[in-house]
């Protein structure tokens, strides 16, 4: 992903995307292109609607039931006894989804890190949002972070949209329509966009 490329872009938009950007400085997006699908999948699952520390130790309790391995392949994972895995703290609904997403690896509707990277964002979207309890934020996580894809504006994040509200002054947040539309003179470098609205400073 082209970092400097995509701020030096968006510090040309307005006055306040340039100041913006010059008081965070330059995009550390860091990513992990070697995760598998099926794994970045169900990590972003654990994180989900919780604070980093709080998913960081359910995660963490979660890997410890299977020592000697980075991370539970879905054979694995599904021969493992649901109940051990929910006193990890997981709720009854994150681990059917969880469950389910290791059911979809060996089905084959969970791609593999090789095939999903060469599926484009809308087929990889169209696909996965099928599985149960993911949507679309979840596999937008995966496509930022994941695939490294440079151009994902997720309008559904709260965090994005609120960034927007106070980087412009504005009273109400906008909805996630008006979000994608705003988002569309971003392009080709929503994503960058996206880390530095999520950088905003909630006193401005």
């Not at 054979?75 to 006193?87: F, M, N, V, Y």
């Not at 994608?180 to 470098?189: A, I, T």
Request: glycine share 6%; aromatic share 8%.
């Amino acid at each position: 992903m082209t970092n400097a490329n995509a701020a030096t872009f968006l510090q040309g938009l307005d006055d306040d995307w340039a100041r913006h950007i010059a008081a965070i400085g330059p995009c550390r997006h860091e990513t992990k292109p070697a995760r598998e699908p099926y794994e970045a999948l169900i990590r972003a699952i654990a994180y989900q609607q919780l604070h980093v520390k709080a998913g960081d130790a359910i995660l963490g309790r979660f890997l410890a039931l299977y020592p000697g391995q980075a991370f539970p392949g879905p054979e694995s994972l599904l021969a493992t006894d649901a109940e051990l895995q929910r006193a990890c703290g997981f709720s009854a609904s994150k681990l059917a989804t969880i469950r389910a997403i290791a059911q979809a690896r060996l089905d084959e509707v969970v791609p593999s890190l090789a095939d999903a990277r060469t599926m484009n964002d809308c087929e990889l979207i169209e696909r996965l949002v099928t599985l149960r309890g993911v949507g679309r934020w979840t596999v937008e996580m995966f496509l930022i972070y994941s695939l490294e894809r440079a151009d994902i504006l997720p309008v559904d994040d709260f965090g994005v949209r609120e960034g927007y509200r106070r980087l412009k002054g504005l009273e109400k947040t906008p909805t996630p329509r008006q979000m994608r539309e705003l988002g569309e003179q971003w392009s080709p470098y929503r994503t960058t966009a996206a880390w530095y609205l999520w950088r905003v400073p909630q006193t401005r």
